[in-house]
C-alpha cells in the first residue's frame, strides 16, 4: 500500500489562505484518482476536490472557485490550494489515492478558520 502524509494544515483567519500537500510514498503516475476529502465531529467524511491522472478535476460546490486541487507527478505530490478561507472550512482534512480496486488514506492534518 502507498503510504500518504499530509502538511500544511494550521490556524488561519477568515479571508485567509493555505496549501495543503499530500505526499505519497511512491509514484502517483498511475493513480486512477487523487482527492482531498474532509471531516468535522460528529459528520460523515465529505468530498473537497479530486484530480484524475489525466488531470480532469472536480469540486464540492462550497469550495468552487476557492479552492485549486493539483498534483506534480515528479515529486509525487498532491496540493489543494485554499482561498478565501470561511469558519465553515474548518475541519480535517485527508488525502486519498485511487489505484486499482484500492483506496488509501492519510491520517489527516487539521484546518481551523477562526479569528
Known amino acids: 500500500q502507498v503510504q500518504l502524509v499530509e502538511s500544511g494544515g494550521g490556524l488561519v483567519q477568515p479571508g485567509g489562505s493555505l496549501r495543503l500537500s499530500c505526499a505519497a510514498s511512491?509514484?502517483?503516475?498511475?493513480?486512477?484518482?487523487m482527492g482531498w476529502y474532509r471531516q468535522t465531529p460528529g459528520k460523515e467524511r465529505e468530498l473537497v476536490a479530486t484530480i484524475s491522472s489525466g488531470g480532469a478535476t472536480n469540486y464540492a460546490d462550497s469550495v468552487k472557485g476557492r479552492f485549486t486541487i493539483s498534483r506534480d507527478n515528479t515529486k509525487n505530490t498532491v496540493y489543494l490550494q485554499m482561498n478565501s478561507l470561511k469558519p465553515e472550512d474548518t475541519a480535517t482534512y485527508y488525502c486519498?489515492?485511487?489505484?486499482?480496486?484500492?483506496?488509501?488514506w492519510g491520517q489527516g492534518t487539521q484546518v481551523t478558520v477562526s479569528l
Open positions: 486519498n489515492a485511487q489505484y486499482g480496486l484500492v483506496s488509501s
Open positions: 511512491r509514484s502517483i503516475f498511475s493513480f486512477n484518482r
